[in-house]
């Protein structure tokens, strides 16, 4: 068994076709959170990170009243959830990891700043299994193995994360607070897939596997998140819990998030079990 075939039970059906519009839409129907999209709305990445934003920061600060290093740490937060979220869900639902090229990422913003949409390119290429439906279209890469996906998907979040990381560090984000939002963002496709409850045997049986696999894909970084369940029998949800401050407390009128290192462990779980109960 893989983790794929094991998370089969929480989102079961296919889109009718296995276009990675199909595919990326099916998500969104599935859980709106998931909110990657397909088309070239806006910039490009690259030319918005060499072109646009100091100044777009600069922008969503001002919008949210805070300083340079909380309001870029909010900016990423929500980039990287549109991001790596959907790209992570991609790979657990069709076996599909997008090759890394920061030309093929689209983001479309707000006059103040926020991210509206993130995009990929339709003719972007991806790595796929063999049985994959677009296995012998020119944009597929085949790989022998889930195995093979998954170093092909670290790759692409390790690499994107070196391009950008730098830029951030310019806008005082940390190099922790940066590898601590991106595994987060990841690790949110078991969160939010979940967050209405599941059966909590299944949830309990995954969750070493689910958190094994968000290690696995930025080892140098991997005790910044963990995947951890909170069971009130017969359901359950999974949750990340943070090793890093998003900062977000900062804000007026915010409190620690649900999912801060900030909470102690034990009181994080009984909250996950209240909204359980209720």
Known sequence: MNISTDMGPLWPGQPDTSSLHAQLDWLTQCEPFFRLQTGQQGDTLAEWLDNRCSQVIALFCQDIQTQRAVGASMWLKGFSAHLLSGMAALRLKFQRVMHFDVHTINLLLSPKGKVKAVSITDDA????????????????????????????????????????????????????????????????????????????????TLQPNADRWLQSLLPATATLNAIKVASQAPMAVYYVRRETCCLKYKLDGKKHCSTCQLTDPEEQRRRYQAKLSA
């Open 125 to 204: 290429p991806f790595y796929c299994l063999a049985t994959d439906p677009l296995a012998g279209s020119p944009l597929a890469r085949v790989v022998a193995s889930e195995a093979a996906l998954d170093a092909q998907f670290s790759a692409l979040l390790v690499a994107l994360g070196q391009y950008m990381a730098p830029y951030f560090k310019i806008q005082k984000v940390s190099r922790t607070l940066f590898w601590g939002h991106w595994g987060y963002a990841v690790g949110l496709v078991f969160q939010k897939l979940t967050q209405n409850g599941a059966d909590s045997v299944l949830l309990e």
